[in-house]
C-alpha cells in the first residue's frame, strides 16, 4: 500500500512552453501532497504544500504564477511549469500523506521524480 | 525552525562491513519523528528507517539500526553487513508530531550522504 506515481517519468521541452506533471495517489487518500525539486547531487528542497481543494502554499522564493499547482481531488495533484526556460531544468518530486490516518500513515510516500529539461 | 546536518557529503565501505552514518538536528519541539530516506540512482526516495522521538529504544530493520540521543540531538544509522544494493545517497529528516486531521508537517532534510559500497 500508500503508492505514489507520477507522469510523465520524463519530459523534454522547447523554452517557452508549459509542461504539466501528474502527481496520483493509487491506493490511499492523499489530503496533501507536496512537491520538491532537487538539483543533482543536492538535497530535496520543499516548493509547495497543497491541501485538496485548498490553494497551495508556496515556499518563499518559489514564483506561485510560474508553478501552478492544483491539487483537485484526494487522489490527484498537477504541477504545471509555464513557460518553462533552462534554469527550471530539474528533477521534481511529489509526495503525499493522509492526514486523516494515524501512524505509519502520517508520514509522506514519494512519487519516483519527473526529469524535466527545458533546451 | 528546524535543521537538519549531515556532516559527511561522501563515505565509502566495503562490502560485508559496517558503516555508520551520521545525522545532528536542531529543534525546539518535543514530540516528533526522525527519519533515514534512501535515494538510489532511479532517484525514487525510499523510507529506511522511523524513529519517534518518544520512544527511547532505537528503531531497527533488519541491518538497518539507528543511534537515536535525544539530549544530543543525534540519529545515526548503522548499516550491516553493507551490500552493494546499499549504494545510494541517504538523507536524514525531521517531521514535527502533527495532530490528526491537521494540514500537517513538512519534512526538512539534511544535504545528504553519498554511500558507496565497494565490492
Known amino acids: 500500500g500508500a503508492v505514489v506515481s507520477q507522469h510523465p517519468s520524463r519530459v523534454i521541452c522547447k523554452s517557452g512552453t508549459s509542461v504539466k506533471i501528474e502527481c496520483r495517489s493509487l491506493?490511499?487518500?492523499?489530503?496533501?501532497m507536496f512537491w520538491y525539486r532537487q538539483f543533482p547531487k543536492q538535497s530535496l528542497m520543499l516548493m509547495a504544500t497543497?491541501?485538496?481543494?485548498?490553494?497551495?502554499?508556496?515556499e518563499q522564493g518559489v514564483e506561485k504564477d510560474k508553478f501552478l499547482i492544483n491539487h483537485a481531488s484526494l487522489t490527484l495533484s498537477t504541477l504545471t511549469v509555464t513557460s518553462a526556460h533552462p534554469e527550471d531544468s530539474s528533477f521534481y518530486i511529489c509526495?503525499?500523506?493522509?492526514?486523516?490516518?494515524?501512524?505509519?500513515?502520517?508520514?509522506?510516500?514519494f512519487g519516483p521524480g519527473t526529469r524535466l529539461t527545458v533546451l | 525552525a528546524q535543521t537538519v546536518t549531515q556532516s559527511q557529503p561522501e563515505m565509502s565501505v566495503q562490502e560485508a562491513e559496517t558503516v555508520t552514518l551520521s545525522c545532528t538536528y536542531d529543534?525546539?519541539?518535543?514530540?516528533?519523528?526522525l527519519f533515514w530516506y534512501k535515494q538510489p540512482p532511479s532517484r525514487q526516495m525510499i523510507l529506511v528507517i522511523r524513529?519517534?522521538?518518544?520512544?527511547?529504544q532505537n528503531a531497527t530493520e533488519n541491518r538497518f539500526s539507528v543511534n537515536f540521543q535525544k539530549a544530543a540531538k543525534s540519529f545515526s544509522l548503522k548499516i550491516s553487513d553493507s551490500q552493494l544494493g546499499d549504494t545510494a545517497m541517504y538523507f536524514c529528516?525531521?517531521?514535527?508530531?502533527?495532530?490528526?486531521?491537521?494540514?500537517?508537517?513538512?519534512?526538512?532534510f539534511g544535504e545528504g550522504t553519498q554511500l558507496t559500497v565497494n565490492p
Open positions: 509526495s503525499a500523506r493522509d492526514r486523516l490516518r494515524t501512524g505509519r500513515y502520517n508520514e509522506q510516500f
Open positions: 491506493d490511499f487518500q492523499a489530503t496533501t
Open positions: 497543497s491541501n485538496e481543494g485548498s490553494k497551495a502554499t508556496y
Open positions: 529543534t525546539s519541539e518535543s514530540n516528533y519523528y
Open positions: 524513529q519517534e522521538a518518544y520512544k527511547q
Open positions: 529528516a525531521f517531521m514535527k508530531h502533527v495532530v490528526i486531521g491537521t494540514s500537517g508537517s513538512r519534512l526538512t
